[in-house]
């Protein structure tokens, strides 16, 4: 178990300093925190960004869970516990993989107008990216 008094190293990277894996895995988890936050406190700049404004009060609540759900798995990368780390670090490819297929099909199928799915197709997938290269350790 960890020791209660002992500082947190570089939000848990090895003894000899960040790796790739645990660069990959603190910004894929700064994306989370922000976006998270965002889509909680803000689900009507999300809405106006994504270009849906007109859907800006249907969209708050759905905003307001995947905030939620994506601060929580953030907090997790950066979790002192290494398990917790491991276990939010195994998962991650799976949860981009399937934002990255669900940003392509809402453009492909109407439901975001173009510029909004290129651009949530983008970051789900550069976040996928961060995951593989973060889970290359886990």
């Not at 307001?64 to 997790?76: A, C, P």
């Amino acid at each position: 178990p960890p020791r209660r008094r002992e500082p947190v190293r570089a939000l848990g990277a090895s003894r000899g300093g960040l790796m790739l894996g645990d660069v990959a895995r603190v910004t894929l988890a700064g994306i989370r925190i922000f976006n998270g936050t965002a889509g909680l406190v803000a689900p009507s700049m999300l809405s106006k960004r994504l270009d849906v404004e007109e859907a800006a009060g249907p969209m708050a609540y759905p905003f307001r869970m995947f905030g939620v759900r994506t601060i929580l798995i953030g907090v997790d990368l950066l979790a002192r516990d290494p398990e917790v780390r491991r276990h939010a670090v195994r998962q991650a490819p799976l949860i981009h993989a399937s934002d990255t297929i669900s940003a392509w099909a809402a453009g492909k199928s109407g439901a975001l107008p173009p510029k909004a799915a290129k651009m949530t197709t983008v970051i789900s997938a550069v976040n996928l990216a961060l995951a593989l290269i973060a889970s290359r350790r886990a």
